[in-house]
C-alpha cells in the first residue's frame, strides 16, 4: 500500500493493535511485565474469533480495544518468560511459530537460526535448544483450545532448510489441529509497519524484496503470504 | 463546504521527527516490543467496512497524512520503508494514548459517578 491508500484505510474504522515481539530473553522479565500491564490496563485481549469476527463483520464488539500480543518465529524464551506473563495480565499471545526452527535438532538450532535471520541471545540455553519443543507448542496450542480467552493462539509456519528436520510436516504429525489455513481469496491483514522489526532486524527492502508480513485467519486467509523469507506457507495451529 | 488545511510542520518539527523515526530504526528489535497499527487489507472486494470504534482510525489517518506531506518534503518519492518508519513513529508515540477513555468515561476520575 502506498501513503494515500494507508490513509484511506485508517481512516475507515479502527485499527488493529498489535505489539510485536522476537525474543523474549529473561533478563528483560520485568520490562515485559511492566508492558503488559500498562497493555492490559486499556485494552483487552483478542483471541482468533475476535479478530475474524471483526475482520468478517467491521466491527468490535468488546468495550475496550483489543491488543494482539505477536511473538514470532517460535522461540523458547517465549515460553518461559512471556507465557506466565501474558496469563498473569490476561492477554492473549499470538505465537507464530517457525516450524522448520522447532522442528530442527538442538545442535542445529543456531546456525539454522543464524542462516535464517533468527536472532539469539548468546548462551542463553546451554543445553542450545533455542527454538520451543513440539511439546510446549502442543502446550500452547492446549492453551489457546481450552478457553480461547486469556493464554495462547500458537501460529506454525513452514519452514525450510533444516537438515535433519521434517520441518512443519513435523508439526502436522505431532497432532496439532490446524485452524486455519493459507488459501486463495480473502482478507490480508497487512502489518502497516511489520516492514522493519520482523525476526529481530531491519527487513525492508533487504534480500529476497520483503514485504509486510500477512496475518491469515479462518476465512479470511490470504494468497502469497510470506514473512521475510523464514515462513513461505502458513497454517495456524 | 468548508475547505480547511492544517498550515505545513515548521521545519524544526520535521527534523524533531525524522530524528524520532532515526532512533526508532536504530533500537535493537530483537529483544522489544513494537506496538504496531495494523489495517486490513481486502482482497476479495466483498468485505464490510468497518464501523464504529472510537474514532482513533480517523485520528491516525489524519496524522499519517499531515507526516506524509512532511516527509515528502525531505524526500519526495517516498518508498515503503519510509511510510513503514513514519507509522512506527505514530504508533510508538499515540498507542497508548488512543485507547485511553474520553474524561467523561473514566471512571476512575468520576468515582462517585461510577459507583
Known sequence: MDAEALVRAFAGGPPIRAVNFHNTPVHRAEEYDRQLGALAERFGPVTEDDLA?????GRWTRSRPGVVIALYNGYRNNFDVMRPLLERHGLVGWFFVASGYVGCPVAEQLAFGAAHTLATIPDEYPDGRYALSWDEVRELDRAGARD???HADAYAGLGGGCRGAGGGDRGLAAGLPARARPSGAGLRVAHGLSLRGESGGRRAGGPGGV??????????????????????AQTLY | MINFSLPPLPEEEVDARLADMERLGNRDYKEIGVPMFLVAEDLTEGARPRSGGDGSGRILALLLAEGAEALRTRRPDLDAEDIARLIEALADRHFLSLAAPSFSRATELHPETAS
Open chain 1, 53 to 57: 469476527a471483526f475482520l468478517a463483520t
Open chain 1, 148 to 150: 480461547r480467552e486469556p
Open chain 1, 211 to 232: 514485504r509486510g508480513p500477512v496475518l491469515e485467519l479462518p476465512g479470511a486467509a490470504a494468497a502469497g503470504a510470506e514473512a521475510g523469507g523464514l515462513t513461505r
